[in-house]
Nanobody
Framework: QVQLVESGGGSVQTGGSLRLSCAAS????????MAWFRQIPGKAREFVSA????????YYSDSVKGRFAISRDDAKNTVFLQMNSLKPEDTAVYFC??????????????WGQGTQVTVSS
């Protein structure tokens, strides 16, 4: 079992930045692909970004490409999402997810509880 706890959410103005962290416990994440998703109330959860095991590859949704950067520190069992040039449409609850082995857009096994990001215009 892997437990995930997100932090770093908050309220910023348009153009601002936030850095989300996802701290994992229970097992080392070095054999896991890690991802960030987001969800607006009443809408389906949306893929934001993923980083495969060994930081082999990173993936981004078109809506965040060029503005967000995912990274991982397996020694600290932590994954990060650096969010720059934030827009009001980035407002959502952001979830961290983990999957053993290679994953990108779906089929994640473990989820955090989410952290709220609010971007005001």
């Amino acid at each position: 079992q892997v437990q995930l706890v997100e932090s770093g959410g908050g309220s910023v103005q348009t153009g601002g930045s936030l850095r989300l962290s996802c701290a994992a416990s229970g097992r080392s994440i070095d054999g896991y692909s890690m991802a960030w998703f987001r969800q607006i109330p009443g809408k389906a959860r949306e893929f934001v970004s993923a980083i495969t095991l060994n930081s082999d590859k990173t993936y981004y949704s078109d809506s965040v490409k060029g503005r967000f950067a995912i990274s991982r520190d397996d020694a600290k069992n932590t994954v990060f999402l650096q969010m720059n040039s934030l827009k009001p449409e980035d407002t959502a609850v952001y979830f961290c997810a983990a999957a053993l082995g290679y994953r990108v857009y779906e089929s994640y096994d473990y989820w955090g509880q989410g952290t709220q990001v609010t971007v005001s215009s």
